[in-house]
Each structure stands twice: as structure tokens, then as C-alpha cells.
Nanobody
Framework: QVHLVESGGGLVQAGGSLRLSCTAS????????MGWFRQAPGMEREFVAG????????YYTDAVKGRFTISRDNAENTVYLQMNSLKPEDTAVYFC????????????????????WGQGTQATVSS
């Protein structure tokens, strides 16, 4: 069982930045591909960004490319999401997710790929 805890959400004005963190309890964190998803009120949960287990590969949904950066520190069991140039439409609960894999360069982009989820952290962008 892997326990994920997100932090770093908050209220920010449009154009501002937030840095989300997700810390995992897994002793073999380096064997997990990680992803960030978000869910706005009344909407389905959607993929935002993913990173391979080694951190060498990343992928972003089109809506956040050039504004968000996903990274990880395997020594600290933590994955980050740096969110810049935030827009009101980025307002959502942000969830991190983990998938155990031996494929070190693969990024997983769908909800069903991930076995473990955090509780989420709210990010609100005011106009």
C-alpha cells in the first residue's frame, strides 16, 4: 500500500504561481510512475501531467504546456507540479497518483492506469 499526501494548494490571482508537492510512503518510490490530475466542480477528473519513474520523461496535457512543470526527487519520495501563469480555468482539486511499473521511460495518462491516489489539494485562481 502506498500513501500519497498532496500539499501546496491555495488561492492565487490570475497570472500567479503555485507549487504542489506530493510525498509518497513507498520505500521503492523510484519504481513508480507518477501523475497529476485535476477535477473542477461538476467535471470529470482529467490528466494534467505525468512523469516516468526515473524522471527522464514527462508529458503534459495541451492546456498546461509551457505553464506547468512536473518533476520528482526520488531521494525525497516527492513529486512536484510547478504551476505558473495560472488562469481561472486552472481552478480545481489537484490529485497525485502512483503506478508501480518496471517500464522506466513510460508515462501513464489515464485514471485507470494508477493504483494509488492522494486526497487532493485545492487550487483556486481568481480573475
Amino acid at each position: 500500500q502506498v500513501h500519497l499526501v498532496e500539499s501546496g494548494g491555495g488561492l492565487v490571482q490570475a497570472g500567479g504561481s503555485l507549487r504542489l508537492s506530493c510525498t509518497a510512503s513507498a520505500r521503492t518510490f523510484r519504481l513508480y510512475a507518477m501523475g497529476w490530475f485535476r477535477q473542477a466542480p461538476g467535471m470529470e477528473r482529467e490528466f494534467v501531467a505525468g512523469i516516468s519513474s526515473t524522471g527522464y520523461a514527462t508529458y503534459y496535457t495541451d492546456a498546461v504546456k509551457g505553464r506547468f512543470t512536473i518533476s520528482r526527487d526520488n531521494a525525497e519520495n516527492t513529486v512536484y507540479l510547478q504551476m505558473n501563469s495560472l488562469k481561472p480555468e486552472d481552478t480545481a482539486v489537484y490529485f497525485c497518483a502512483a503506478h508501480f511499473t518496471s517500464r522506466t521511460t513510460v508515462i501513464y495518462k489515464t485514471l485507470r492506469d494508477y493504483e494509488y491516489w492522494g486526497q487532493g489539494t485545492q487550487a483556486t485562481v481568481s480573475s
